[in-house]
Each structure stands twice: as C-alpha cells, then as structure tokens.
C-alpha cells in the first residue's frame, strides 16, 4: 500500500472467528480492523484515512475479516467511492493465506499433534482435539474448541486500535 500511496482493503479468512484479522491487522500496522460480525462504520474508515493524510501519510490497509458472507470488502469499496470519492482497491486473500512453507517449528509441533492424536485414538478417546497450551501439546475435548471463546480478543483489540493511532 505505502508503495502505491493508495487505499487497501484486505479481506482474510475469518467468518466465525476475529483472530486472523485481529493479528494480521496489529502485525501490519493496518488503519482500521473490520471484524466478522461489525457493521461498517464508512464514515469512521473515511475520518480514519484522512487524518492519516493530514498527518503525511499517502496510503491506508485496513483488514477486512470475511464476515458472513466473503467478499465484503466489495460493498465497503464501492461505498467509499460513491459516498466519499475515495479510491480504495480490494485484496481478497481467502485460501491463498493457507500456503506458504511450514517452519521448522510448525513441522515439530504438527508431528507432536499427530502422535497424540494417534495415540488418543488408540486408546478410545473422542471426540477430542489436539491443542497448544502455554507451548505442550494437549488433548482437549472437541466442543470446547468449538464453542469456546477466544479469551485474547479484547487484548488483540486494544494492542490493534492503540498501534493504529
């Protein structure tokens, strides 16, 4: 985006859940973080943007998480346009985000996981899920990853809306 001194919405995974907009928008320095179930504020992303502009910035990212419906990012840019004469171009990175190399760390952990989850099967245990905690590799049961809530949200929001000022 600084490159091209333009408007970017970045829409990423993350229909049911915040996490992947709420990390991606703190670990890029994006202006606005858009989470699954917000209703748009327009004229808050446009004020946002142009107190960037007053302060000498010629370019914005903000991270659009999918919400109920992917491609979103589509109406919010078309409502910049029309209402605000603000050009803004859409990145729609969806499965794309899924690539890219493991780490050597991420191979160590998944061959963890996929022992403990062999071994919990051998032994008749499930419904249940491999999970990292505080850095161990554990078994958790499967409806509380479902339902469970991410207790970092509130935290990644803050640390986002502070880093974003």
Do not use: W
Request: glycine letters at 8%; proline letters at 3%.
């Amino acid at each position: 985006a600084h490159s091209h001194a333009r408007t970017f919405l970045v829409e990423v995974m993350g229909r049911n859940s915040s996490s992947i907009a709420l990390k991606v928008g703190v670990c890029t320095g994006a202006e606005n973080i858009l989470l699954p179930h917000d209703k748009v504020n327009h004229q808050k992303l446009h004020d946002d943007i142009q107190r960037g502009m007053a302060r000498g910035k010629d370019s914005s990212i903000i991270i659009v998480a999918e919400g109920p419906t992917a491609g979103r990012s589509y109406d919010i840019q078309h409502v910049l346009k029309d209402l605000y004469h603000l050009n803004a171009h859409v990145a729609i990175l969806g499965h794309i985000q899924r690539g890219g190399s493991p780490s050597s760390n991420d191979r160590f952990i998944a061959s963890q996981m996929g022992n403990l989850a062999v071994q919990t099967l051998l032994d008749g245990q499930f419904p249940t899920v491999t999970v990292v905690r505080a850095g161990k590799v554990l078994m958790a049961p499967l409806d509380e990853c479902v339902t469970k809530a991410d207790h970092n949200f509130i935290e990644y929001q803050k640390l986002a809306e502070t880093l974003s000022i």
